[in-house]
């Protein structure tokens, strides 16, 4: 089966500008997860669903950043106004609960460059 | 000081080489840790998954927890350039929480 998908893989915004990043993860995987990387680093929890419940949003940098996973499949990040601090590649992980396994899938991440 | 601590390298091996990779910790509530391989421009993938304390080989990876110590090791026998990436650790408290990763230590195996 089909993994975790992400798109846009690129997007370059200009500063000021609001976007939104999708994120398809493992069909029937309850959890998903968000992380940001920035060059060089390792990733940095942003946001993590359980279904439909965004049960922690502690890694948020700020209100400017918004998650949603409405239907309890599909989740959107989106980045309201843009900074350059904001540029990373922004990487979604779903899990399934069930397994006992608590190993998280990634995706092929969005690479975000706010110019 | 973050939570996990790990040398980003580079390192650079000749091949057949064995490496040896690790990281620190900080968080006694830590219990699963994990080993992922980053490609560039890709998405991280699990190589070894270990729970608490102990050592788990999978072909020519093994890796060891010393939770006494709060350090980690995974080494990589025989190594091949197929295996030039970026290794980062990765752990948590607990099934579906977050994962708190290292910076990733950065190899390269050369033919």
């Known amino acids: 089966g089909a993994g975790v998908s992400q798109s846009p893989r690129y997007k370059v915004a200009k500063r000021g500008q609001d976007v939104a990043l999708r994120c398809d993860p493992i069909?029937?995987?309850?959890?998903l997860f968000w992380y940001q990387q920035a060059l060089g680093q390792g990733p940095e929890f942003l946001t993590y669903?359980?279904?439909?419940?965004?049960?922690?949003k502690s890694g948020l940098p700020s209100d400017r950043f918004f998650a949603e996973r409405p239907e309890g499949s599909v989740s959107t990040l989106k980045i309201q106004r843009t900074q350059q601090e904001d540029s990373a590649v922004y990487l979604c992980?779903?899990?399934?609960?069930?397994?006992?396994?608590?190993?998280?899938?990634f995706g092929p991440g969005t690479r975000l460059t706010v110019l | 000081q973050k939570e996990v601590e790990q040398d980003p390298g580079p390192l650079s091996v000749p091949e057949g080489a064995i490496v040896s990779l690790n990281c620190t910790y900080s968080?006694?509530?830590?219990?699963?840790f994990m080993w992922y391989r980053q490609y560039s421009r890709k998405g991280p993938e699990l190589l070894m998954y270990?729970?608490s304390s102990g050592n788990k080989e999978d072909g020519r990876f093994t890796a060891q927890v010393d939770k006494s110590s709060k350090y980690i090791s995974l080494f990589i026998r025989d190594s091949q350039p197929s295996d030039s990436a970026t290794y980062l650790c990765?752990?948590?408290?607990?099934?579906?929480?977050?994962?708190?990763w290292g910076l990733g230590t950065s190899l390269a195996v050369n033919p």
């Open positions: 069909s029937g995987h309850v959890s």
């Open positions: 270990t729970y």
């Open positions: 992980a779903s899990s399934s609960s069930g397994s006992g396994i608590n190993e998280q899938f």
């Open positions: 968080n006694s509530a830590f219990q699963y």
């Open positions: 669903f359980q279904n439909e419940a965004q049960l922690d």
């Open positions: 990765a752990m948590n408290a607990g099934n579906n929480r977050k994962l708190i």
